[in-house]
């Protein structure tokens, strides 16, 4: 089966806290690409990371990181120092043929001032 | 460019009337694809364009629901008769075709309200 599962749905933090929400996925393909995407109140999903299966370095940008793992068939996304603006939910998303992406349910993260 | 555009932003309707909604992709983008979005979920794949031939539709697409891409620009998607479960986040997105690995970058959406 392809399925990607956000086990957090919702996620509250204080500001500058800093917050891991996770991602994982199932898939039988070899090769696939994983994907981030953060969706505000305005409703348009954001791009945030795409990854394929084949490279499993870390990335950083700014605040956000992700950390991919094919062990553990996961692909966690973490904020540090958190701020009210990175208030959204978030939704990880998997592509394993040409047509399909399945998302999972995604996690609501709520920052507080 | 402005990215993915989305007419209506919400639209409430009586059940049975049909409705359309139009989605304008990035200029360069030949792919075009629809997603429904429940509360609570994540987004649905519908169905997907490249240029103008609809290449894929989902079993979500049932019967009522047409989509057209006619000159390979922009889309519309209408639904028939509709019907309260039709609720949902209409959201439309678009990429330039680079295999599996493409990104798909997603307009507002349409939030569609059946009474």
């Known amino acids: 089966a392809q399925k990607v599962t956000q086990a957090q749905t919702e996620i509250s933090v204080v500001e500058k806290e800093d917050v891991t929400l996770d991602c994982v996925y199932e898939t039988r393909d070899t090769t696939y690409y994983l994907f981030w995407y953060k969706q505000p109140p305005s409703g348009e999903l954001v791009f945030l990371i795409r990854?394929?299966?084949?490279?499993?370095q870390n990335e950083i940008s700014g605040r956000y990181s992700w950390n991919f793992q094919k062990s553990t068939s996961s692909f966690n996304f973490t904020i540090t120092a958190s701020q009210v603006v990175d208030s959204a939910v978030y939704f990880c998303?998997?592509?394993?043929?040409?047509?399909?992406?399945?998302f999972g349910a995604g996690t609501r993260l709520t920052v507080k001032p | 460019d402005t990215g993915v555009s989305q007419d209506p932003r919400h639209k409430i309707t009586k059940r049975g009337q049909n409705v359309t909604f139009r989605c304008d992709p990035i200029?360069?983008?030949?792919?075009l694809y629809w997603y429904r979005q429940t509360l609570g979920q994540g987004p649905e794949f519908l169905t997907y364009?490249?240029?103008?031939?609809?290449?894929?539709k989902s079993r979500l697409l049932s019967d009522r629901f047409s989509a057209e891409r006619p000159k390979g620009s922009f889309s519309t998607l209408e639904i028939q008769r509709t019907e309260q479960g039709d609720s949902a986040m209409y959201l439309c997105?678009?990429?330039?075709?680079?295999?599996?690995?493409?990104?798909?970058?997603f307009g507002p959406g349409t939030r569609l309200l059946v009474l």
């Open positions: 997105a678009s990429s330039s075709y680079g295999g599996r690995g493409e990104t798909q970058y």
């Open positions: 364009f490249q240029n103008e031939a609809q290449l894929e």
């Open positions: 200029s360069e983008h030949n792919r």
């Open positions: 990854r394929n299966s084949f490279d499993e």
């Open positions: 998303a998997l592509r394993y043929n040409n047509n399909d992406m399945r």
